[in-house]
């Protein structure tokens, strides 16, 4: 061999031995397309992609105490930036950087349930009434037409009334307010008498507290004469109730009579057209000793004004009507009393449930964001990438952490909002009735 094919055949060595060793570097060198390609196609901007990213190899760590693996496992990923590159290089490589520290964080979207109140209800109850408001007016109407007077096992209706009627309002909610109308207190039973009797009708106890004393002695102050105005006395009852709307009251009416009116009115066109006024009160009709004629007018009376009726035919079924009023008023303090415990609980449930997840989301944002800046710092320290790199990635780093810290925020408040929101027209749902 001569020195000519020596020299060349040396020269076709050195090239082999050099695409060898490029080879070998490239085979050695990270791989950012591959790494990208298990990424989503978008970088995480919302809650929802953030949440369900896919949490990288480098979360939970923490740089103080794993720097160097930390720091191998990134260059195992990513390639040296030795040079000047472009932006479009510069964001696929912190697009691949982010995803090593990407964490898992909590997600926020199951924390609301809205919480549904369930009405009162009570069988006695249409549906349409189904519900009490905190603010309640009770106002009797009281018979004392002359048929009062009659007895029932030797005792005067008017006086098994009265003490029916103290029995009943003696076992009221302490809150609330009642009041007394009475008619057929004027003059006799006599036809000379029916137009005075009939135009009378008074308010002797004003919806007010409960003074058992002075109610007592209003109760007392007339005894049974004339006719029996119930039409008369149910548009009187609109005056009584004026001051008290059904946006802030449920207003009750409780009518006691012992027969059929008399005084030419209509009292169930009365009642329905009260019971649909902006007052809209419950009116219920206790009839004591009527017939069936004067029966099933009450009872359309109690129907048209969302009320119930009830029969008594002496004074233990007296006393059992009012009681099943007193019961059915128990028993919706007891629901109110129950449901705002209830919507107590569930509030401050998911209030704290809100806490952890906030306090949650800061402590891993605060670690997602020294691990990205510190390390980022040593790999520019070290000579893995230029200046250049880590300018660009330091603006990419703070972006990050204020938009993660903006979100994290926005779904603590909002979630609060929501949560309250719904507890206080949830509480006002217990005492606001259903409208029909």
């Known amino acids: 061999m001569n020195l000519k094919d020596l020299m060349k055949l040396t020269t076709i060595f050195v090239i082999f031995s050099l695409n060898l060793v490029a080879c070998s570097s490239n085979e050695n060198e990270p791989d950012l397309k591959a790494l990208l ?107 004392l037409s002359g048929s009062m007077n009659k007895q029932i096992k030797g005792k005067p209706m008017i006086q098994i009334a009265r003490e029916a009627i103290q029995d009943f309002l003696s076992k009221l909610p302490s809150h609330a307010n009642v009041g007394l109308r009475v008619y057929g207190h004027i003059g006799s039973g006599k036809d000379s008498d029916k137009e005075r009797s009939c135009s009378r009708s008074d308010l002797i ?38 001051e008290y709307p059904r946006e802030e009251y449920t207003n009750l009416v ?95 449930d998911q209030i704290e449930e809100i806490e952890q997840f906030y306090d949650e989301w800061k402590k891993v944002n605060d670690r997602e964001r020294a691990n990205i800046f510190f390390i980022i710092n040593e790999l520019r320290n070290t000579g893995y990438i230029t200046d250049q790199a880590h300018r660009y990635f330091a603006e990419m780093r703070s972006e990050r952490t204020e938009r993660y810290k ?6 603590y408040t909002n979630l609060n909002k929501k949560v309250m929101r719904n507890y206080e027209d949830n509480n006002k749902k217990i005492f606001k009735e259903l409208q029909p």
């Open 37 to 143: 390609k298990e990424l989503p196609d978008e970088y995480p901007t919302s809650i929802d992609e953030i949440v369900n990213y896919p949490t990288g190899p480098l979360a939970e760590k923490t740089y103080r105490d794993e720097m160097e693996e930390m720091i191998d496992v990134i260059k195992t990923h990513l390639p040296r930036i030795e040079n000047e590159v472009d932006e479009a290089y510069l964001h696929d490589w912190w697009q691949g950087y982010h995803s090593l520290f990407a964490e898992k964080y909590p997600d926020p979207t199951s924390i609301f349930q809205e919480k549904i109140v369930q009405p009162f209800s009570h069988p006695a109850l249409q549906e349409e009434q189904s519900v009490y408001k905190e603010n309640l007016n009770v106002l009797i109407i009281l018979d």
């Open 205 to 242: 106890y004003d919806i007010q507290p409960y003074n058992k004393s002075e109610f007592k002695e209003a109760l007392n102050k007339y005894e049974p004469k004339g006719w029996t105005p119930i039409a008369f006395s149910l548009e009187q009852a609109a005056e009584d109730f004026a």
């Open 254 to 348: 409780y009518v006691v009579s012992d027969g059929i009116e008399t005084c030419d009115g209509d009292p169930i066109a009365v009642a329905k057209s009260l019971s649909d006024s902006e007052i809209h009160p419950i009116i219920n009709v206790i009839g004591f000793g009527v017939d069936k004629k004067a029966q099933k007018q009450l009872e359309q009376i109690a129907e048209v004004g969302k009320g119930l009726y009830a029969k008594a035919g002496n004074e233990k079924e007296l006393n059992k009507a009012f009681h099943d009023q007193e019961d059915m008023l128990r028993m919706w303090k007891e629901w109110q009393k129950q449901t705002k415990e209830s919507l107590d609980k569930h509030k401050n």
């Open 406 to 411: 903006k979100l994290g925020h926005e779904w």
